[in-house]
T-cell receptor
Framework: KAGVTQTPRYLIKTRGQQVTLSCSPISGHRSVSWYQQTPGQGLQFLFEYFSETQRNKGNFPGRFSGRQFSNSRSEMNVSTLELGDSALYLC?????????????FGEGSWLTVV | AQSVTQPDIHITVSEGASLELRCNYSYGATPYLFWYVQSPGQGLQLLLKYFSGDTLVQGIKGFEAEFKRSQSSFNLRKPSVHWSDAAEYFCAVGPILTGGGNKLTFGTGTQLKVEL
């Protein structure tokens, strides 16, 4: 069974550009969440989607957005990139939302903003 | 607000020695607890989780963790460390209610170095 798949794995963008990251959850999983990992702030929750609806949102500016498709695949978008957006973006999936469901993470997308 | 504290930023142990990584949490009710491991340049791999029941849980790679409600702790242990265990370890807490979402709060991580 394939794990959580994130694309692209590595990318470099220029300040002011926008970026879209993709996440394919484990087959059958309906909950997808996103995290940002930086050396300074650690792992921070961005948002969570379940059945195409955003259920939770972290404390990030509106430049960070996401969506989930009917096949549970998810994308996140960051507009007007800033140097501080350079980070590892991790996607996680689980069967359902909460209730003790195991949460699995992908390998992440490394974003560098120059 | 929920929080997770991993008091040890760096730990160095000799190969073959025992290991204990500390994790303390603050949560309004019995939480859902995880330990993840991250190797350099990689994502997070689940080691084990505690949901309910037996407070001593077994995980992969020979790791175990014990949930102690009275101490709000969920420490990770391994009897004999291997050089390949060198990595960063994260403790996390999440909501236990069905439908309560999957927002995890992570500790700051403990970097484990293994001396040969």
């Amino acid at each position: 069974k394939a794990g959580v798949t994130q694309t692209p794995r590595y990318l470099i963008k220029t300040r002011g550009q926008q970026v879209t990251l993709s996440c394919s959850p484990i087959s059958g999983h309906r909950s997808v969440s996103w995290y940002q990992q930086t050396p300074g702030q650690g792992l921070q929750f961005l948002f969570e989607y379940f059945s195409e609806t955003q259920r939770n949102k972290g404390n990030f500016p509106g430049r960070f957005s996401g969506r989930q498709f009917s096949n549970s695949r998810s994308e996140m978008n960051v507009s007007t990139l800033e140097l501080g957006d350079s980070a590892l973006y991790l996607c996680a999936s689980s069967l359902e939302a909460g209730g003790g469901n195991t949460i699995y993470f992908g390998e992440g997308s490394w974003l560098t903003v120059v | 607000a929920q929080s997770v504290t991993q008091p040890d930023i760096h730990i160095t142990v000799s190969e073959g020695a025992s290991l204990e990584l500390r994790c303390n949490y603050s949560y309004g009710a019995t939480p859902y607890l995880f330990w993840y491991v991250q190797s350099p340049g990689q994502g997070l791999q689940l080691l084990l989780k505690y949901f309910s029941g037996d407070t001593l849980v077994q995980g992969i790679k020979g790791f175990e963790a014990e949930f102690k409600r009275s101490q709000s702790s969920f420490n990770l242990r391994k009897p004999s460390v291997h050089w390949s265990d060198a990595a960063e370890y994260f403790c996390a807490v999440g909501p236990i209610l069905t439908g309560g979402g999957n927002k995890l709060t992570f500790g700051t991580g403990t970097q484990l170095k293994v001396e040969l």
